[in-house]
Each structure stands twice: as C-alpha cells, then as structure tokens.
C-alpha cells in the first residue's frame, strides 16, 4: 500500500519537479591560441568567470569577452607560470590560483598583478 501511494504522489506531482528547464548558452568566441584543457573553474564575487588552461595561463571571462593572464619574464608580477591547474576564491574574495610545480599565485585585480608563494624546504612555515 505504501509503494503505491508513494508512485501516485510521484505521477500526481511529477509536473511540478520537471517543471523548471536549464537553459546554455553557445559562447562563440576565438582564443588567440589553441587551449587542449582547462583544468578549473570559478566565479568571483564580481561574476567574472575564472578559467585555468593547462598550457595557456589563466583566463578572466566577463560575458563579453576573455582576458588572458599568461608568465612573462620580462615582468616579475606577471603569473609565475603558464601551466595554470587550480583556482580558489576565499571569504575575503582574493583569487588565487596554483600552479603545477611553481607555487601559488595571489591575484590583485587593482594592480592586475601576481604574488608568488613558493614553499622553501628550509623554512618550515613557507
């Protein structure tokens, strides 16, 4: 008796749970160059949309269009690395993004501008 009140309250409210339709959008849009992956994912308290790219750096899309963030060594604050993997928002809405093999980066959108976080095996609070 119970499995067939249980199934008729299924059928008779079965509208309302499949009611609700997502819905995607198709973003149509040319990187500069060719990205194989990207690793990770986030949005910031601003809505901006933060990708890592395995070989591309890291990407900051803003519904419009993306802005790419890639290591440069002729800038010392630019990403530490390329080979961006991992991001992470926290409560005080910094972003920052690991890296494979270089350490962590800190994001400072005011200066749009990095700061490296590297562990020294010497310096057991690194």
């Not at 990187?31 to 890291?58: C, M, P, V």
């Not at 809405?93 to 990095?114: K, M, Y």
Request: charged letters at 20%.
């Amino acid at each position: 008796m119970r499995k067939l009140s249980l199934i008729g309250l299924i059928v008779a409210c079965g509208h309302f749970v499949f009611a609700q339709q997502i819905i995607f959008n198709r973003i149509q849009y040319k990187l500069d160059k060719t990205i194989s992956t990207f690793t990770s994912i986030t949005q910031d308290h601003l809505g901006y949309i933060w990708l890592t790219a395995s070989s591309g750096g890291l990407y900051r899309y803003d519904g419009t269009e993306f802005v790419n963030y890639e290591h440069n060594d002729t800038n010392a604050n630019s990403l530490v690395s390329d080979r961006a993997e991992c991001l992470w928002v926290d409560s005080l809405n910094v972003l920052w993004v690991g890296t494979f093999g270089a350490g962590l980066d800190r994001f400072d959108p005011v200066t749009n501008s990095f700061r490296h976080f590297r562990h020294d095996p010497k310096n057991k609070s690194s």
